[in-house]
């Protein structure tokens, strides 16, 4: 009897219990998502009352511009029509002074013409324009049916001139009429796009503290957020809330649904949080993981290693900094999309070459970063070299490119005792590589300077452009001379215009730019001289121009490989006659 009773209460119990559980969980939920939607709703509200306010002030702007020039030409407008003309938008209706509140002159004036009235003794506007004019203040009055269709709003932008005494007397507005709900219309379809009914709604008057509609969805508001701003002397307030509600009843009324399922209920529930903490970690790895290559970012690496070096203090483990050699050449010579491909590659051979537990991270640019626990510099020596002389290439129009890295590291607590110091050395490492040419991987030593690196090249734009002198590379072929390259002092020389040009002209072969009588001489003296084992040649020989002319050059070339084109010529191209008019003294 016992354990039948036992076996009736401990599933009431278990029920009640998950159904208390369930109900409190319940609420949370609805708690933090109707938080969460008037969190997101109020940023909304107060992002798009700014950019209301600013499509308005586009229209205010008209007659503070209109008010400069008054001013300016002593209360007068010439040409007023052309102006205005000017100055119309699709959002504005009209533009418009008033000298001493009547208005005179309107832009456009057919189908305005019942516009022109004295606002200051007007029944309806009189009151606001003359708080207007006693208080120098801009006014704001509508909406109100316009004669062509819709709604508009006027504003009034009071005017003062100088008088012979120094003081300020009434000149009368500039006004202009903004049609409702263009002069906001990008606005209001976001918010509709989002999801969100709205009423824009502001004070009558200065004076006022009762709200009128502007403009709304057509929606009744039960319980909106709102923001509130001041402009053109009236309160405005937007007040928005999502169409379908704070709470989504989809999702609550499923959780409900599956709590009453007593053997489903533990599950449930687990599954919510499991789902909210997964989300939350994600968001979370956002933070610290560089999008371009899936790794840790800065803050994400140093999060991690300054955690291990505090729990672990007298474990030995490496610190690794490396780039790539010269990627501003492989941005400005291949694009901003092959160096990313580049960087990509380099960060999946990253994590094929190292353990799972390594913390790898990019710096920024083309710098990266490694942490290997529990280990020293001699027991990671072999592996950190044969993953810097990995071969590594990108496809580029059809062409493989190969790019190198260069690798500095350092050891904890041996050269660096503090996190900080620890990269430095790593860096001063790197730094050391660079400078003995690159490609390589270096452990730091005593003795290696910790200053702070500098730039090691600039960019080939910067050099094509400035360098002071006429500098082309084309294949060393006896075949194929192909042009590679020119730089801008070499494409004005031959008298082209641009790359394209030069190509053009020259059919983009080397040869071409030689005098026909005497290239056949000129090619062999280049070859002959490189064939005898120099990596120079010295020639000089009439280059000829685009424009049927030619010119006496010097031409020193030099033999080099090159990982994507092989053997290519170098070649500084010097003008003959300037250099000798230049440089008379040692001639």
């Known amino acids: ?13 278990v029920f009640l219990l998950g159904m208390t559980a369930l109900g409190g969980s319940l609420y949370n939920i609805r708690s933090i998502q109707r938080k969460q939607s008037k969190e997101m709703a109020n940023l909304n509200a107060m992002t798009y009352s700014e950019r209301m306010k600013t499509d308005i ?17 002593n209360g007068t407008i010439e040409k007023f029509p052309e102006v205005a003309e000017d100055m119309m938008t699709d959002s504005i209706q009209s533009i418009q002074i008033a000298p ?22 007007d029944a309806d506007r009189g009151e606001i324009s003359r708080y207007a004019r006693d208080h120098h203040v801009d006014i704001m009055q509508g909406p109100f049916p316009l004669k062509q269709g819709g709604y508009g709003m006027a504003v009034r932008n009071p005017v003062y001139l100088k008088n012979e005494d120094g003081e300020e007397e009434f000149w009368g507005f500039t006004i202009v009429i903004i049609r409702v709900p263009e002069i906001f219309s990008d606005s ?6 989002f999801g969100y009914d709205y009423t824009l709604s502001k004070t009558a008057t200065p004076w006022d503290t009762n709200y009128e509609e502007v403009y709304s969805s057509g929606a009744i508001l039960t319980d909106p957020v709102s923001y509130e701003f001041e402009m053109a002397g009236s309160q405005w307030k937007l007040e928005v809330m999502p169409r379908e509600g704070w709470i989504s009843g989809e999702s609550f009324y499923g959780i409900l649904a599956g709590g009453l399922i007593i053997v489903l209920l533990l599950t449930g529930l687990v599954c919510v949080l499991l789902i909210l903490d997964d989300h939350r970690n994600k968001f979370k790895k956002l933070a610290v993981t560089d999008v371009l290559t899936r790794i ?6 140093d999060g991690q290693v300054i955690q291990y070096l505090k729990q672990h203090p007298k474990n030995s483990c490496v610190a690794v900094q490396f780039d790539i050699d010269d990627f501003k050449f492989i941005n400005d010579m291949y694009g901003h999309a092959s160096g990313d491909r580049a960087l990509q590659l380099l960060a999946e051979s990253m994590r094929k070459s190292f353990p799972e537990h390594a913390v790898l991270g990019r710096k920024g640019g083309d710098e990266f970063c490694i942490f290997l626990e529990n ?22 129009d059809g062409e493989e490119v190969t790019y190198t890295i260069s690798l500095g590291y350092a050891e904890y607590p041996l050269h660096g005792k503090s996190y900080p110091r620890l990269m430095r050395c790593a860096d001063a490492a790197l730094y050391e590589v660079k400078l003995g040419g690159k490609n390589g991987c270096l452990q730091y030593r005593d003795g290696i300077g910790l ?9 080939l734009k910067d050099i094509s452009e400035n360098l002071p002198g006429a500098f082309i590379i084309y294949k060393a072929d006896k075949e194929n001379d192909e042009i590679l390259f020119a730089n801008r002092e070499m494409i004005r020389l031959t ?12 059919k983009g072969s080397f040869r071409n730019l030689i005098g026909e009588e005497e290239r056949a001489q000129v090619e062999e003296s280049i070859w002959q001289q490189i064939e005898e084992g120099h990596s120079n040649d010295y020639v000089h020989f009439q280059l000829q121009k685009a424009d049927g002319t030619s010119l006496k050059v010097l031409d020193h070339g030099r033999i080099v490989e090159n990982g994507r084109y092989g053997k290519v010529f170098y070649v500084l191209i010097v003008d003959w006659n300037s250099t000798k008019r230049h440089y008379k003294d040692a001639f």
């Open 451 to 459: 200053e702070i690196r500098k730039q090691l090249g600039f960019a």
């Open 375 to 396: 280990c020293t510099c001699e027991e990671v020596k072999e592996k950190l070299e044969q993953f810097t002389k990995q071969e590594r290439s990108f496809w580029y």
């Open 100 to 121: 001493d509140g009547i208005v005179t002159e309107i832009y456009p004036e057919e189908g305005n013409e019942a516009g022109k009235i004295d606002l200051i003794n």
């Open 57 to 73: 002030m586009q229209g205010v702007g008209v007659t503070d511009t209109l008010k400069q020039i008054l001013i300016s030409e």
């Open 296 to 301: 840790n970012n800065r803050n994400g690496f």
């Open 188 to 193: 209001v379809k976001a918010l509709s796009d």
């Open 1 to 13: 009897m016992r354990v039948q009773k036992k076996r009736i209460i401990l599933p009431i119990i």
């Open 495 to 506: 008298g082209c215009k641009s790359m394209a040009e030069l190509q053009e002209y020259t």
